[in-house]
């Protein structure tokens, strides 16, 4: 059991360390953290049942006065002890997703789903452990139940993965998110009749393992009439919860949706206007826009008229080939923690605003090969000088082979960068912010004309293009024009 809890604990701590929260994915993460946790309770409460029949002391137990009646409730009552475990857990996690600049609201009935599921897996075990006659039947169960819940993740793409589809894998007790799946749809899951039925599942468990050790004739009538209406229960809600097939607004319902209207789309975000810049969101997002307006300013700033703002556009989806056209700068459904060692996605947004200012292409327009282009070397000056830690970032580019499309697997645009940009940029920003700001204000035409190399660039600060000691990578994309 400790460690199963230290497992569970290090689930949160890696899945807590991958950026700002959105409480609607949190909600639903926080049951498979405590995966461990059930796992472990499920063989403790196996266990301690099968070790009647296995230490041949069941007859004694049976000889005294309610004997079995008041094991079957020690067995269940045992399982306040995992269960608190997984509260505790899941309140840390929650106090620590609060620091995290969260977005979004909760789920409660998700939340809810984690503790319940140690106590429904604790009182399986203790079920199954009691087979006397099946003595393989725990090992076979979880065996069985493993494969089953490795189908039904959604990236397996077994069955229906769409959370507004029919999909029988919601009835069992670790339902997790898609790695493609947005905060968007996961509010379409039916959570509330999902919680109502693994209640039933845990009622009906336990009635089970009372009627089956009670011996008393009276008692067992009503306890088989109260298993079957606990089955019959479980039965309806678990048909319910499997073929819902929630009705979903438009906004939500537009992410799936073919060749949907980017225009259209976004009518669903509210915008915010900061000296110029709109910022755009989804309702759930709202609270990341101020963090936005710092990392997009000074390319704003240096050609105001190309830059207009920021909207969201969810990843992985039909929009890939979509062009909301000229002047914004698009992120999506994550962002960086508070305080981040590593501030990856704001170093992105401010290089692709950065792309925008000198014509170079956004994530939304086709790719091209900046290579030599002096253009190249000011969106990455725009991040470094715009984002805490922004030279630390840009330092790890410098030191990066080959090509350079991404940092920390978030792109930085369509356009990619010589290994020499990086190095140049990180020379101009040794030299002031402001005098570096006039330089190239003075000279914005000449840093949107493809004809401009980095040596020239290099020149305007007298300072010449370091040699990376990377091998150029020829490229067989397009050159920037």
């Known amino acids: 059991m400790v460690l199963a809890v230290f497992a569970s604990v290090w689930f949160g701590v890696v899945g807590l360390g991958k950026g700002a929260v959105v409480w609607q994915t949190l909600s639903v993460e926080l049951s498979g953290w405590l995966l461990p946790l059930a796992i472990a309770s499920y063989l403790l409460g196996s266990t301690s049942s099968s070790s009647e029949w296995r230490q041949q002391t069941e007859e004694f137990l049976d000889s005294l006065p309610n004997g079995r009646q008041a094991r079957i409730l020690g067995r269940v009552m045992a399982a306040a002890a995992p269960v608190g475990y997984s509260v505790i857990l899941v309140t840390a996690w929650m106090l620590i997703g609060a620091r995290n600049n969260p977005a979004g609201e909760i789920i409660w009935s998700e939340v809810a789903v984690g503790p319940l599921s140690i106590a429904i897996a604790w009182t399986i075990g203790s079920l199954v452990g009691g087979f ?38 919601r009835l069992l007790m670790w339902l997790p998110p898609s790695s493609f799946e947005s905060p968007f749809e996961i509010l379409l899951r039916p959570s509330a009749q999902r919680l109502m039925y693994l209640v039933a599942v845990l009622v009906a468990v336990v009635l089970w393992m009372m ?21 019959a229960t479980v039965f309806v809600l678990g048909y319910v919860v499997a073929s819902a097939t929630p009705t979903v607004n438009w906004a939500a319902q537009s992410l799936d949706r073919p060749r949907a209207d980017w225009t259209k789309l976004t009518l669903a975000q509210r915008c915010t206007n900061t000296d110029g810049i709109a910022l755009c969101a989804y309702p759930t997002f709202e609270p990341w826009i101020h963090v936005w307006n710092g990392a ?85 000056w725009l991040a470094a000088t715009s984002v805490d830690n922004g030279v630390m970032l840009l330092r790890q580019l410098a030191e990066q082979a080959g090509p350079i499309t991404s940092i920390g697997g978030v792109g930085l645009g369509n356009a990619i960068f010589g290994p020499d940009a990086p190095n140049l940029a990180l020379d101009i920003s040794e030299q002031p912010t402001t005098e570096v700001e006039s330089v190239f204000s003075s000279r914005l035409s000449q840093l949107t004309d493809a004809r401009t190399t980095i040596e020239d660039v290099a ?3 007298g300072i010449s293009v370091r040699d990376s000691g990377q091998p150029l990578v020829p490229s067989d994309l397009p050159t920037c024009g």
């Open 132 to 169: 006397r006659r099946f003595r393989s039947a725990p090992s076979l169960f979880l065996v069985m139940y493993l494969f089953l819940q490795l189908l039904a993740s959604p990236d397996i793409e077994i069955g229906a993965s769409g959370p507004s589809q029919s999909d029988a894998g």
């Open 211 to 231: 009627w089956r050790a009670d011996r008393s004739t009276s008692k067992r009538r009503w306890l088989v009439a109260a298993t079957s209406v606990a089955m």
């Open 296 to 380: 997009i300013t000074r390319a704003a700033r240096l050609a105001p008229e190309r830059v207009k703002g920021v909207a969201q556009r969810p990843s992985n989806t039909s929009f890939d080939g979509f062009d909301p056209g000229p002047g914004w700068v698009i992120t999506g459904f994550s962002w960086d923690k508070p305080n981040a060692d590593e501030p990856v996605r704001a170093f992105a947004l401010a290089a692709s605003a950065g792309n925008l200012a000198v014509g170079l292409p956004a994530g939304y327009q086709a790719n091209c090969d900046a290579h030599g282009q002096g253009r190249s070397v000011v969106p990455l």
């Open 459 to 461: 020149s305007w600060f």
